[in-house]
């Protein structure tokens, strides 16, 4: 691979890192917002031992665990692009030497 689409890929890896952050920020927030509504309608069904109070529960929980998931998938293609960021600079170092 040439020096110049090496850069040119780590340019573009940088970008897509720079803005999964951005996103992994976002998905943070909005998995703490979701865990403690969760938790809140936890504690009513607990406390009102109702079917509706159940079911607002489980539904608040389907939407922690989605975003548990989602934050969980940014996190992994994070993660596989700093691998691909040191193995994309290992190759610039190769080519200088």
């Known amino acids: 691979m040439s020096r110049s689409l090496v850069e ?3 340019s573009e890896v940088a970008e897509r890192m720079r803005h999964l952050r951005e ?8 998995l703490a917002h979701f865990a403690d509504e969760a938790d ?5 069904a607990l406390v009102s031992e109702t079917p509706l ?3 607002e529960h489980r539904e608040a929980q389907k939407h ?5 998931r989602h934050r969980a ?3 992994g293609e994070l993660r ?3 691998r691909t960021q040191d193995e994309l600079l290992d190759r610039l170092l190769e ?3």
């Open 8 to 10: 040119r890929r780590l």
């Open 23 to 30: 996103e992994l920020a976002l998905a943070d927030e909005q």
């Open 40 to 44: 809140d309608a936890r504690i009513r």
């Open 53 to 55: 109070a159940e079911q």
């Open 64 to 68: 922690a665990d989605a975003m548990q």
């Open 73 to 75: 998938a940014l996190d």
């Open 80 to 82: 596989q692009l700093e």
């Open 95 to 97: 080519a200088r030497s």
